[in-house]
């Protein structure tokens, strides 16, 4: 893979497109390709940049292959599966997943979506039962699931809490991080202010502007580009029952994430790894509890022994499972998760800032309380 990115900020001063286009051309020219090469371009459903606008804007003269993942942050690994699926049944040479947005600047998605409770689809029939109970924002949402987990298993949210240090110790040593050389402690965790108790302020991801692009080609090509190949290893999809968005209320058990066990052991299954293999993890840490979560569903450690697994320091650098190891969408930036993985290559490649020793394959996660995705990389 190659791989691009612009700088994360708070406000970019320029268009999505534009940033998109941007880390496009970073990711070409890490890879030593150039957008003649291109015959493919994947993105979210949620990308206000279209393939066509991004491809035209690139000068790329053909296109053999587009598409888009829906779900949201779900998507994140998704759209490498496209690519790779596209690759893979000669649908296309060289494809470049994409994501840019103006996060923080422009649409925040921690707000109310006024539009969406409106909306005549299916997605705004679901808004309208359970927006006029209050639950209308993300942070909203999880944490109900969020205080349904500390119920069923007795934890606290200091364990949350220790997602948030671990992220923010991580990157507090990346200097592409927006919170660079700012490290929090499980105190200043606690203090943070509510925003949907059991949520605090130090739960939730941060707002970001900014685009991540990433190349994707067979390992016959990429044996001959500029960087060493990161190998797609296994990827997944799915979606779980009784599936809605950000919490599927109407589920016997709430507290779960049966759409990540569904990825999970198709991961397991196609890459031939276990969880005991993976010694670096980027998880979609848009909210902490969820972190907690996927370690159970992805096999880390028993259903409720998450918060254990944490407080035993498994999490931290050195310890036994590395977890976003760039500071994650809590200390990096919030660019939907692709920016984890852009950390997953690097940490394949040898040339992390924070980079793990003998690291064998990486997994990542894609967003979840949604229909999601992960994926495994390793060395050739």
């Not at 320029?14 to 371009?41: H, I, T, Y």
């Not at 649409?107 to 039962?129: C, E, I, K, N």
């Not at 066990?261 to 299954?269: E, F, H, T």
């Not at 852009?342 to 490649?349: P, S, T």
Request: net charge negative; aromatic share 6%.
């Amino acid at each position: 893979m190659g791989i691009g990115a612009t700088e994360f900020s708070k406000d970019s001063g320029r268009s999505e497109l534009k940033l998109a286009v941007e880390a496009v051309r970073a990711a070409l020219a890490d890879a030593g390709l150039a957008p003649s090469d291109v015959d493919g371009l994947v993105t979210f459903t949620m990308d206000t940049s279209t393939e066509i606008a991004v491809a035209r804007e690139l000068g790329v003269p053909e296109l053999t292959y587009f598409g888009q993942v829906g779900y949201g942050g779900g998507a994140a690994c998704g759209i490498v599966q496209q690519a790779v699926l596209a690759v893979d049944a000669g649908l296309a040479d060289v494809v470049v997943c994409y994501r840019a947005l103006n996060e923080r600047s422009g649409r925040r998605f921690g707000q109310v979506s006024h539009a969406l409770a409106g909306a005549p689809t299916s997605s705004g029939v679901d808004a309208g039962w359970h927006y006029p109970m209050g639950l209308a924002t993300p942070a909203a949402m999880v944490a109900m699931v969020a205080q349904r987990y500390l119920h069923e298993y007795g934890g606290s949210t200091e364990d949350f809490g220790r997602v948030a240090v671990a992220s923010r110790r991580h990157a507090a040593t990346n200097p592409h991080a927006w919170f660079h050389k700012r490290p929090i402690t499980l105190a200043d965790h606690q203090a943070s202010r509510w925003i949907s108790e059991p949520l605090r302020l130090l739960d939730c991801c941060q707002e970001s502007d900014g685009a991540v692009a990433l190349v994707v080609t067979s390992l016959d090509r990429a044996r001959d580009l500029r960087q060493p190949p990161a190998v797609v290893a296994a990827t997944a999809q799915g979606s779980g029952p009784d599936q809605y968005v950000m919490t599927s209320y109407y589920r016997d058990d709430v507290a779960g994430l049966p759409e990540m066990g569904v990825v999970a052991r198709q991961l397991w299954r196609r890459s031939g790894y276990a969880p005991d293999d993976v010694r670096v993890a980027v998880l979609y840490d848009h909210f902490t509890p969820y972190v907690l979560m996927q370690l159970e569903a992805l096999g880390f450690c028993p259903r409720g022994e998450a918060g254990r697994f944490l407080a035993d320091g498994a999490i931290e650098p050195g310890g036994r499972l590395v977890l976003n190891p760039h500071g994650g969408q809590l200390g990096e930036a919030y660019i939907h998760g692709v920016n984890g993985i852009a950390e997953a290559v690097r940490q394949v490649r040898g040339t992390a800032v924070n980079q793990v020793p003998d690291l064998g394959p990486v997994l990542v996660t894609a967003g979840t309380g949604v229909p999601t995705s992960a994926l495994i990389l390793c060395g050739v």
